[in-house]
């Protein structure tokens, strides 16, 4: 009943200072990178991220370091046997990415795992292609036509659905590729919070940006939940991603039958020893749990 956790993508995943910290942090079982593109980016101007204990927003506008340099980290993880997945949000470059991509494996003889964002919510002018089934299953196909599988595997991160026809709309389409996994789910795309001085808690994009945090853990376990049933039959794993606060919130995740939570908005307060005190929240409620209701997880 054990569960891995690691770093949601854009928490304490940007620079090889948080990279490295994070793989130092044995209960950090696989790290995620921030979501890059193919050349470096800046991102958008600050304050670009608020959070208070319930509700976090963000807008960073894919502030990355390049894909180069998430690629380079790949020996560095291979040397310590941490798994590291590079988020990739660069679409419009994805074939070059994948060319990259091919030839690196082949050359390093290294296994790749890359996690395409299909739900990144704060380009201006472009809206989320995950919640656009048609250009999923266009971009899967392309994807899975260039990808060398031997050596790469491919997931991805999807959006929060909120609506039972996209989501048997979205497995449909899901199943048809040799996914590694889906994570759900990115931030709710173009929420607004004001600060306790009434101001806009962020500045770019109108003050509207990603939702994470608390609030969006109904949403977030529904998503990883239905996914998980309607994928069940498959090699698809479903990583849960989305309003963990403490050791409660993870065994909700494991009883949806879900074995890699994210930490998102709790990471980024409170840095990488937050694995530490998740995990033993989530031993002793997990002891509590079985004491209540018998060694089965439902
Ligand atoms: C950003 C935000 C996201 O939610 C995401 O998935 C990718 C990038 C950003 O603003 O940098």
């Known amino acids: 009943m054990s569960i891995k956790l690691m770093n949601a993508s854009g928490c304490h995943c940007t620079t090889l200072k948080e990279l490295l910290e994070l793989s130092r942090q044995p209960l950090c079982s696989t790290i ?12 958008n101007s600050h304050p670009r991220y608020y959070n208070n204990e319930n509700v976090s927003i963000n807008s960073t506008g894919l502030a990355n370091e390049g894909f180069f ?21 660069d679409l419009e470059n994805l074939d070059k990415i994948i060319i990259m991509l091919n030839n690196y494996s082949q050359h390093m003889n290294f296994e790749i795992n890359i996690e395409i964002n299909l739900s990144c919510p704060n380009i201006i002018g ?10 999923v299953a266009k971009l899967l196909k392309k994807v899975f036509a260039k990808v060398n599988l031997d050596n790469i595997n491919v997931g991805l991160k999807l959006p ?22 889906i994570t759900c789910i990115n931030s709710l795309g173009n929420g607004f919070v004001f ?20 609030v969006i853990k109904p949403i977030a376990l529904a998503n990883a939940r239905r996914f998980r ?10 990583i849960g991603c989305g309003g963990v606060v403490d050791g409660r919130d993870v065994l909700e995740y494991k009883i949806c039958g879900i074995n890699t939570v994210q930490i998102g908005t709790e990471l980024y307060k ?26 089965h997880l439902v």
């Not at 995620?32 to 991102?43: A, D, I, M, N, Q």
């Not at 472009?126 to 089934?133: A, M, P, R």
């Not at 109108?206 to 994470?212: K, S, T, V």
Request: proline letters at 5%; aromatic letters at 16%; charged letters at 25%.
């Open 32 to 43: 995620v990178s921030k979501s890059c593109t193919l050349y470096p980016r800046c991102g």
């Open 69 to 89: 340099f998430y690629l380079s980290m790949v020996p560095i993880f291979e040397k310590i046997k941490k798994k590291y997945i590079i988020s990739i949000a």
């Open 126 to 135: 472009k809206g989320q292609v995950g919640y656009n089934f048609a250009e």
């Open 229 to 238: 049933l309607l994928l069940k039959d498959t090699d698809i794993e479903v």
């Open 195 to 214: 600060k306790d001085n009434f101001q806009k808690a962020i500045v770019p994009n109108g003050g509207y940006g990603g939702i994470g945090g608390a």
């Open 160 to 181: 929060p659905y909120f609506d039972v026809d996209h989501f048997n709309k979205m497995s449909k389409i899901l199943r048809k590729f040799p996914l590694s996994h």
């Open 270 to 295: 409170y840095g990488p020893s937050i694995f530490n005190n998740l995990d033993r929240e989530y031993k002793y409620e997990l002891t509590q749990y079985k004491v209540q209701y018998g060694d």
